[in-house]
């Protein structure tokens, strides 16, 4: 038995206000019709409401680092984000390549109960880029494996990844390309610019992403199956990305939200908080990204969430882990940099986080719009508010967070998945 | 001047000249029976070597031993370091110990800005050579040397040939010569400048004989053996006959000018033995004079400001405005 609940004057997608009813899981009725039922009531003057995001890259580190995030922590961090379901990605210790580990990590995020978890599977045996792993095994588990990543590694051998792009049509998978070149990005520390040259840290060349990716839309063209291409960080890759778009090839692209806001000249204090594969790039490359997501050249915007364990970051830059925190702060982010610049509405940032990312993951139960007899999974926002991001407020186990005392706009309220609270006043239930 | 050395970058041109002109007062002491000033008395200074460089170790302990500091030698070799001891805990028991100074050699690049600014200790930190980046003192030593023997560098024509991309000679060398009006030109292939070298001060070449006619010092890098096996260049001995500086090439020189090399050398690579072993040449001069650069710089960021010699009741001395004449 489901407590009702509802949603008072909430402006859906930013538009007028207007109540929500939810029950059973489902919106059970919207404004007028809303009323007149007993409901538990969430004064929602003010806020907007977004269908419950959903992430297509997150690293919840479980089985093997407990240490730096688990299932569960991952899930509360998603749920603190507004997400109502997360990619879990496969690199984890062992590395989920097979349906026993895929199984396992779903189950987890079950028990775990504040967002749905969708494992990936990986492309390889032990994301080594040798030999296919056991995709349909994984595809036909409990878990559904939809998107399958090497996601830290390239599949780089392009036979292999032709074969995997094949492969994949049988159960209506997708490739979700970490596009990286390795021999270009032996030893790589940061983008390759003029200030990789000063700072000297070994260069990573835009060419190196460019390059996998005009290759890999080539193949995924020549065998007509789905590719995604993952945290896009240069304008020379949204370049490619919208002339293999133009060729109606079935190619999508996530950009991180670090990606969007953040820019190489932060490594000038070898922080290797800012240290993250892809690099941070240049302005420009910011710009150009923006303008991708604005206008659909690239579809979603993944976290690409990677948990580092304090000691794996604390260490001077070279030794350093790559990845940083964003479950928590990415609409936040979105906002500033797509919504407060005029380049989407709340109706793009609800396509862009949760209609697109639903779609490419192949998640039925998510990404629909706010209707009646749709799932009940919504995020309430607060678009007025305006704060320094604190890193030790987080629900993680690790503090590899960026944007340490920047100030953000937005606060996610409250996140419904099926019709139940998992955050109320921006607190987990 | 600033609290640490990190960067030549660090330096503007009034500090780099105070250093010079008190490493010139430091240089004095070398003529001296007892060469031993007591001006760091009491301080500790912790040489804390990542990575293998008896030279620069020796040099830095030498410098802070005739200053009469303390020395602590902290190596990563055989100690908890290459246990796999972090930075951090490394940095939090030199703490403990009192370091006033912290001589810092790390194979990342940034491993001395990482130490000067995470708080983890309070002492000053001077790099000693961090991975690719930058070697300052080694900059100092060698705008030193050239000081001593081309005079004022305002003006003043500089080469420096070779391995540029992986030369934190290079980087602290094209800052600090900038820094004191010296035009510099990098020569190298191609593949050995870094992306991002025209927006550096100073000029670029692939071609090594049009540049040392007008060169009134030329430094030649050290080529690594790693370097030759990755495609940066296609045999050795084609890069010596490119890049390399010969008896011939030396001859284009004009008279007055000098070679330099960091060291260690790989003769018949970037510099044949005529040359190294040549009247031109002040590589062993370059090695002197890094002990008394790095006392000054010990002496500034851990001293004091007033001035080295005066200030410890010693009789007067010449001023560091009259430097000897060295012959060419």
Redesign the interface.
């Given at each position: 038995m489901t407590t009702t609940y509802l949603i008072k004057g909430v402006r859906p997608l930013g538009g007028a206000a207007t109540d929500v009813l939810l029950r059973d899981g489902v919106v059970a009725a919207l404004g007028a019709d809303a009323s007149g039922t007993r409901a538990e009531i969430i004064d929602a003057d003010g806020l907007i409401a977004l269908p419950g995001l959903v992430d297509l890259h997150t690293h919840l580190r479980e089985p093997g680092r407990e240490d730096a995030e688990t299932v569960e922590t991952g899930s509360r961090c998603a749920a603190l984000g507004g997400f109502t379901a997360v990619h879990a990605m496969a690199n984890t210790d062992p590395v989920a390549d097979t349906a026993g580990v895929v199984e396992q990590v779903w189950r987890l995020g079950r028990e775990a109960g504040l967002c749905d978890v969708a494992p990936v599977g990986a492309v390889t045996v032990g994301l080594r880029g040798e030999r296919l792993a056991e995709l349909g095994a994984m595809a036909g588990s409990a878990a559904r494996v939809r998107i399958f990543s090497d996601d830290g590694n390239c599949v780089s051998d392009a036979a292999l990844m032709r074969r995997a792009l094949e492969y994949v049509k049988a159960f209506d998978g997708v490739i979700a390309q970490h596009a990286q070149e390795p021999r270009l990005t032996e030893h790589a520390?940061m983008n390759?610019?003029?200030?990789?040259?000063?700072?000297?840290?070994?260069?990573w060349?835009a060419a190196a992403e460019e390059a996998i990716i005009a290759r890999d839309a080539l193949l995924a063209a020549h065998v007509g199956s789905r590719l995604h291409v993952c945290h896009v960080s240069t304008a020379g890759s949204v370049e490619i990305l919208r002339w293999a778009k133009s060729k109606g090839w079935s190619v999508t692209a996530e950009v991180t939200p670090h990606h969007l806001l953040l820019t190489d000249e932060l490594a000038t204090?070898?922080?290797p908080v800012y240290k993250v594969n892809p690099p941070l790039r240049t302005a420009e490359d910011t710009e150009a990204l923006r303008d991708a997501l604005a206008d659909g050249t690239i579809d979603a915007v993944a976290t690409d969430h990677a948990p580092h364990a304090i000691?794996d970051k604390?260490?001077?830059?070279?030794?350093a882990a790559f990845g940083m925190l964003g479950l928590e702060t990415a609409l936040r982010v979105v906002q500033e940099t797509m919504v407060e610049t005029g380049r989407l509405n709340w109706a793009g940032v609800a396509d862009r986080m949760s209609v697109r990312p639903a779609r490419i993951g192949g998640l039925a139960g998510h990404g629909h719009p706010i209707a009646v007899g749709a799932p009940a999974n919504l995020v309430l926002l607060d678009p007025a508010h305006r704060s320094p991001v604190d890193p030790t407020a987080s629900a993680s186990l690790s503090r590899n967070n960026p944007y340490a005392s920047i100030a953000l706009p937005g606060r996610v309220v409250t996140t419904f998945l099926r019709g139940r609270p998992t955050v109320l006043d921006a607190k987990l239930t | 001047m600033k609290r640490h050395l990190l960067s030549a970058a660090d330096l503007d041109r009034d500090d780099a000249l105070l250093v010079l002109d008190t490493a010139e007062e430091m240089r004095q002491l070398a003529d001296r029976p007892i060469k031993k000033l007591p001006a760091l008395r009491g301080r500790t200074v912790v040489n804390l070597f990542f990575e293998d460089s008896t030279r620069t170790r020796i040099s830095f302990e030498a410098a802070a031993k005739r200053l009469s500091a303390d020395v602590i030698n902290f190596s990563a070799k055989g100690s908890s370091v290459s246990k796999g001891e972090?930075?951090?805990d490394t940095a939090l028991t030199l703490e403990a110990m009192g370091a006033d100074g912290v001589v810092i050699r790390?194979?990342?690049?940034?491993?001395p800005?990482?130490l000067a600014?995470s708080g983890w200790i309070r002492g000053c930190v001077i790099n000693a050579g961090?991975?690719?980046?930058?070697h300052p003192t080694q900059a100092l030593l060698d705008a030193f040397t050239m000081r001593r023997h081309l005079g004022e560098l305002d003006g003043r024509r500089v080469t420096i040939v070779g391995d540029v991309l992986h030369s934190?000679v290079a980087?602290s060398n094209v800052l600090l010569l900038a820094t004191l009006g010296a035009q510099v030109t990098l020569v190298a292939p191609p593949t050995l400048l870094?992306?991002?070298?025209e927006?550096?001060p100073c000029e670029t070449s692939y071609e090594l004989d049009g540049p040392l006619p007008k060169s009134d010092a030329v430094m030649m890098l050290r080529v690594q053996q790693e370097r030759m096996n990755a495609a940066f260049f296609p045999t050795q001995r084609e890069y010596s006959r490119r890049y390399g500086l010969d008896a011939r090439r030396m001859g284009t020189l004009p008279g007055h000018a000098i070679v330099m090399h960091p060291g260690p050398m790989n003769r018949g690579m970037e510099i044949s033995a005529t040359v190294a072993d040549s009247a031109r040449s002040v590589i062993v001069e370059q090695v002197a004079n890094g002990v008394s650069v790095r006392m000054a710089v010990l002496y500034l960021l851990l001293g004091g400001s007033e001035p080295a010699l005066s200030a410890i009741g010693e009789p007067a001395v010449a001023t560091a405005s009259a430097p000897e004449s060295v012959p060419a």
């Open positions: 520390q390759e610019g003029a200030l990789s040259g000063r700072l000297g840290l070994r260069g060349p204090t070898y922080d000691e604390e260490s001077d830059w070279t030794d | 972090s930075l951090k790390h194979s990342g690049s940034g491993a800005h990482r600014n961090d991975g690719t980046h930058e934190r980087r870094p992306v991002g070298v927006t550096w």
